[in-house]
């Protein structure tokens, strides 16, 4: 069965160091994956979307590679702030819009000023 | 725009009580779903809606129940509540046209948190 694991469950970070967290899968072929950033209490919120065909995404301080051989996922947070800190979630989808999006757990994310 | 809303934020129930939690999306998105999200578990897909009309199951549909009569509320019912169905419940919507290329970005609501006796 799909199995998607998100590298640690927490993950802790000196403010302006650069986050990384690692989104890895098997057992499927996404055609695409989605980061979310959810905030305690909170439901998740999208942030970057990549393409089985694109190795990289960026936006603003936020970078998303996608390795397909590797089946791998990073997300990479640069210059990270207290405000960053969340739990973040990988998300993996099929290249129909009806199908279902499989989510990891998770990490949470805790940038120490 | 309020995006997705969901009723009530908290709950709790005795054993063997039905309620329905509520959703509601004003986006007019086709694609509307529920997830149930517990601690190390990640989010698990309950039941979801393609279009009015029209529902099927995901990966934990037992004990629950959805209806979708119009596009903007997908409710979610307890039949019987079990202590096993204590969790943080989210409902979600997107724009999707069942299409290659449709990406299923989710607009996700602020969650009801039920606990069960």
């Known amino acids: 069965s799909q199995k998607i694991e998100q590298n640690s469950e927490a993950l802790n970070i000196q403010e302006g160091k650069t986050a990384t967290l690692t989104c890895n899968y098997t057992?499927?072929?996404?055609?695409?994956l989605q980061w979310y950033r959810q905030d305690p209490g909170r439901g998740p919120v999208f942030l970057l979307l990549?393409?089985?065909?694109?190795k990289e995404k960026r936006k603003e301080r936020l970078k998303v590679t996608f390795d397909t051989t590797l089946k791998q996922s990073l997300f990479h947070i640069t210059a990270s702030q207290p405000a960053d800190s969340a739990t973040y979630l990988c998300?993996?989808?099929?290249?129909?819009?009806?199908?279902?999006?499989?989510f990891g757990t998770g990490t949470r994310l805790t940038i120490i000023p | 725009n309020a995006g997705v809303t969901q009723t009530p934020k908290f709950q709790v129930l005795k054993t063997g009580q039905s309620m329905t939690l509520q959703c509601a999306q004003d986006m007019n998105h086709e694609y509307m779903s529920w997830y149930r999200q517990d601690p190390g578990m990640g989010l698990r897909l309950i039941h979801y809606s393609v279009g009015a009309g029209i529902t099927d199951q995901g990966e934990v549909p037992n004990g629950y129940n959805v209806s979708r009569s119009t596009t903007e509320d997908f409710p979610l019912r307890l039949l019987s509540a079990a202590p096993s169905q204590t969790s943080v419940y989210f409902c979600?919507?997107?724009?999707?046209?069942?299409?290659?290329?449709?990406?299923?970005?989710?607009?996700f609501g602020p969650g009801t948190r039920l606990t069960v006796l």
């Open positions: 990549i393409r089985e065909n694109e």
């Open positions: 998300a993996l989808g099929s290249d129909f819009g009806n199908e279902k999006l499989t």
């Open positions: 979600a919507s997107s724009y999707s046209t069942g299409l290659a290329g449709s990406t299923d970005t989710q607009y």
């Open positions: 057992n499927y072929s996404p055609a695409y």
